[in-house]
């Protein structure tokens, strides 16, 4: 049995992997596929990669292609979700900020440097004209440093995906202003050039599996069900997600990594362009 770490946000879009390890399928074929949840995120993800703390992480798109440029010894070996990320962008229930236009200038709640809270606060900015040299961050780590954060006024606004948001806007402790989805595929899943030299083979049979299994999660009796009870979200909100939502099976294409560095390049949230082959490997 090999042993494989993984790691992803505790979030619905990664049920499929939970449900192939309780499954046993990863281990029917000799791997132990071991999976922990960072609730903290993109940012920290990138760390673990960099440290060698994981093998494989289920990654923001734009944050592991930042990290990838700036030096992490790992290679997108493919798209996990083809749809984009759908941002919500939240104040505080009893926020003065009532419209988009208001948030210009004011400081953004993010998880850690580096991470997609981060990255499209500013892909944010510049769709709206602002000057993105004003965006000024306090690191919240999770969703409740976020909350803590908006609601004693130490920040004022929190970017964050829509649905798994949604609780704390029913419960009127966020309120949302707008959403803002990305301009690309939301996941990938990157791996450690060290676990791609060693392990091959091992990694080809992973994403095997999980595509496998993502090609007919939305065919699972009663998913929606799951999802709602499993993440604490309304029935009718899940259901509406799954509509939104298109798992992928298909390696990322030199086309939309060059749409995501020009982006990057143009905010300069990146120095320089890399080459497909130093970002991307095809298995």
Not at 86 to 109: M, T
Not at 122 to 127: F, G, H, I, Q, R
Request: overall charge negative; some cysteine.
């Amino acid at each position: 049995m090999k042993t494989i770490k993984i790691v992803g946000v505790p979030e619905h879009f990664n049920l499929p992997w939970k449900l192939a390890i309780e499954n046993g399928d990863f281990k029917d074929v000799g791997i132990d596929l071991q999976w922990t949840d960072i609730p903290e995120g993109t940012g920290k993800m990138c760390q673990m990669l960099r440290n060698g703390e994981t093998d494989i992480a289920v990654i923001l798109t734009e944050g592991i292609v930042k990290d990838i440029v700036g030096g992490n010894p790992s290679k997108i070996v493919q798209v996990y979700v083809e749809s984009p990320l759908i941002w919500g962008i939240h104040v505080a229930a009893a926020s003065k900020y009532k419209k988009l236009s208001d948030l210009e200038n004011s400081k953004v709640a993010i998880s850690r440097y580096g991470s997609g809270s981060q990255l499209m606060a500013y892909v944010n900015a510049n769709k709206e004209g602002w000057n993105v040299k004003n965006l000024k961050f306090e690191v919240v780590n999770t969703i409740d440093g976020a909350v803590k954060a908006l609601t004693n006024g130490v920040a004022d606004y929190f970017m964050w995906e829509h649905f798994m948001t949604k609780p704390l806007v029913d419960q009127g402790i966020f309120r949302i202003i707008v959403d803002c989805p990305t301009p690309w595929p939301s996941f990938v899943i990157a791996v450690r050039d060290e676990a791609l030299h060693n392990h091959p083979n091992i990694i080809t049979q992973i994403l095997e599996i999980i595509n496998s299994n993502s090609l007919n999660f939305k065919e699972i009796p009663s998913i929606d069900k799951t999802l709602a009870e499993k993440y604490h979200q309304k029935i009718e909100d899940i259901q509406k997600w799954l509509t939104l939502t298109e798992w992928s099976q298909e390696s990322l294409s030199e086309k939309v990594l060059n749409k995501i560095q020009n982006q990057l390049l143009e905010l300069k949230i990146v120095e320089k362009k890399v080459t497909f082959m130093e970002i991307v490997k095809v298995l």
